[in-house]
Structure formats: C-alpha cells, structure tokens
C-alpha cells in the first residue's frame, strides 16, 4: 500500500509541475505558442503542452483500469523512485515520443491552458482517491523497464517538468517572438 506520505509526495510532485507548465504558458500569443525553433524535430510550446496532455490522459485511463483487476505481488520495478523523477525528469538523453503520443495541434493552442488544467484535475483525483496498493500494480515502459502504478505518478509529474524545461527553451530561442506577450 502506498503511504500517505507517498501519496501527499505524489500529489505535491504533480501539483507543482502542473503549476510549471500553466505558468509557461501565460500570456503567449497565438504566434509564440506555435513558434517552432529552427532545431531537427523541435517542437513550439503548444506541441509541448499536447504531448503532456495526450500522454497523462493515456497513462491515468491505463491506471484506472489496471487496478480494476488482480493485484501483482511481485516487485519488480526497474528503478527506484527517485531514479524515475532524476531519468524521467531531465533531457540528458532525447526519447523518441511513442507515434500516439506525437503532437499534431489537436486542440487550439489557445484552449491548451484549460486541457491540460482538466488532464491534471483528473490525475490528482485519481491520486488521491485512489484505495488501490499502486505498488502492486506495474506497467512496462518501452525505455525504462517495469514501473509501478505509484512511479507512474511520479513519471507524469517529471515527464511534465521534461517537457516544461523544453518548452522554456523554445522561448528562449534567438528567433522567438518575444514582442507578442499578450494578457490572458
């Protein structure tokens, strides 16, 4: 069973990552949102945002109905806790995105804001609501192994602070439009 010190740690990790990514993407217009730097394969802010949304939204339904069956009571993870938030976390190596998970500007960049806010309301319901031992559930990540239902909570948090770290690049980037800030 998950503690609630584990829990309380979950939902702090998920709550301060989502405020990251809310807080980058304030006052951008249209045009910074979709800016893309000149970079092989980079993506503008709103690809950035989409991919964390259409990927916390996959893992949180898997979560949900992974826990709907029999518990494992193995243990079998392939990293510790914090090696999921130090791996997951930084950009050291560059992951190729799973082709599901890909950007292609399925909302409005302007609404981006409110989708991720709903993706994440409804991560941190699940994580607190949830009476299943997340330590006993596992599902295998195409990179880093065997990870458990309570490190892929933490994974969403450091995937999210990952691509946060991206997207506060792309507007660092020499071309990119700093004159259009824009009050939201």
Known sequence: MITPAEREFALQVLDQSGTRVLSLLQRLSLEQLLYRPQQPDGWSVAENVEHLIVTERRLVRVL???????ADFRTRCSMTDEEVLRKIGTAANKVQA????????????ETLSHE?????????????????????????????????????????????????????RVKTAPRFPIHQVVQR
């Open 98 to 109: 799973p082709s599901q998970a890909l950007p292609t500007l399925r909302w409005p960049a």
């Open 116 to 168: 991720f806010a709903t993706a994440r309301r409804a991560t941190g319901d699940f994580a607190s609501a949830t009476t299943a031992d997340l330590r006993r559930y596992f599902i295998r990540h195409f990179l880093f192994g065997e990870i458990d239902g309570y490190q892929w909570l933490l994974f969403i948090g450091a995937h999210t602070e990952r691509h946060s770290a991206q997207a506060e």
């Open 64 to 70: 949900e109905k992974l826990v709907l069956g029999p």
